[in-house]
C-alpha cells in the first residue's frame, strides 16, 4: 500500500492564479481530511468527506473548494491564490476515530 | 471551543538527556492522540490514551494521561537526535467524532 499520497510536493502560484491539490489513499478509508500547517500554528481543518459525494466545511474553509467523486480521491481547489494561502497542505484518511493517516504535504507559496 | 494548550512551544536539548511535554485542555479528554511529525513530512500517531490514570510506553517514549482527563504527558528518556520533531497532541472534536482538533505542538530539537 503506498497509503496517502500527494501532488504536487511544492508549488509557487502568483496571485489570482487557481490550483488543484491532488489526494489519493488506496486504504479504502471512508474519511478523507485537508489540513493547513502555519508556522507555529499546529493544523487547521479546512474540509472533509465522510465518503464518496459528501463533503463539510471545516475551521478555515475561505477560498477553498472540495469535491469527493470516488473513494479513493480527494481533490482541494483554489480558485484565486491569495499570499494568505501560503502554507504547507496536508490530506488524511482514517478508518476510524482514533487514527488519521497523513501524506507527505505540499508546499505552497503564493506571491 | 476546544483548546489544546501544548507546552513548551520549543525545546532544545542535548543527546541524552530527559524531557516531558504536556497538553492540556480545556474540558475533558474524550480521548487524546498523540502525533510526531518530522521535519518535512506529515505526522505520524504514536498513541492513543483513553482512560483517566492510564500509562502508555513505546520504547523510550512514557504517556500519561491525567486521572480527571484533563491533561496529559510525553516523556522520553534519553533522547536521540532521531527523536527530533514537531509533537501534537490531538482530540475528537466535540461536535462530532469525525475530525480531529490539533493543539500547535512541541518542537523538539536533540542535538548530537
Known amino acids: 500500500n503506498a ?7 511544492f508549488r509557487i502560484l502568483k496571485i489570482g492564479q487557481s490550483m488543484t491539490l491532488q489526494c489519493t489513499q488506496d486504504m479504502n ?20 468527506s465522510v465518503g464518496a459525494g459528501i463533503t463539510d466545511k471545516g475551521e478555515v474553509p475561505n477560498g477553498y473548494n472540495v469535491s469527493r467523486s470516488t473513494t479513493e480521491d480527494f481533490p482541494l481547489r483554489l480558485e484565486l491564490a491569495a499570499p ?13 476515530v482514533h487514527e488519521q493517516f497523513f501524506g507527505p504535504g505540499t508546499r505552497l507559496t503564493v506571491l | 471551543t476546544q ?14 538527556e530527559n524531557l516531558t511535554v504536556y497538553c492540556n485542555s480545556s474540558s475533558v479528554f474524550s480521548s487524546l492522540q ?18 483517566g490514570g492510564e500509562v502508555k510506553k513505546l520504547k523510550r517514549l512514557t504517556f500519561q494521561f491525567g486521572d480527571a482527563r484533563k491533561d496529559s504527558s510525553l516523556h522520553i528518556t534519553a ?3 532521531g527523536d527530533t520533531g514537531l509533537y501534537l497532541c490531538a482530540e475528537p472534536t466535540v461536535s462530532g ?4 482538533t490539533f493543539g500547535k505542538g512541541t518542537m523538539l530539537l536533540v542535538s548530537p
Open chain 2, 34 to 51: 498523540w502525533y510526531r511529525q518530522e521535519p518535512g513530512e506529515g505526522p505520524v500517531l504514536l498513541v492513543t490514551v483513553v482512560t
Open chain 2, 97 to 100: 467524532y469525525s475530525t480531529l
Open chain 1, 29 to 48: 478509508h471512508n474519511y478523507m481530511y485537508w489540513y493547513r500547517q502555519d508556522p507555529g500554528m499546529g493544523l487547521k481543518l479546512i474540509y472533509y
Open chain 2, 79 to 81: 533522547a536521540q537526535p
Open chain 1, 3 to 9: 497509503g496517502v499520497t500527494q501532488t504536487p510536493k
Open chain 1, 84 to 96: 494568505s494561502q501560503t502554507s504547507v497542505y496536508f490530506c488524511a484518511s482514517r478508518v476510524d
Open chain 2, 3 to 16: 483548546l489544546l494548550e501544548q507546552s513548551p512551544q520549543f525545546l532544545s536539548i542535548q543527546e541524552g
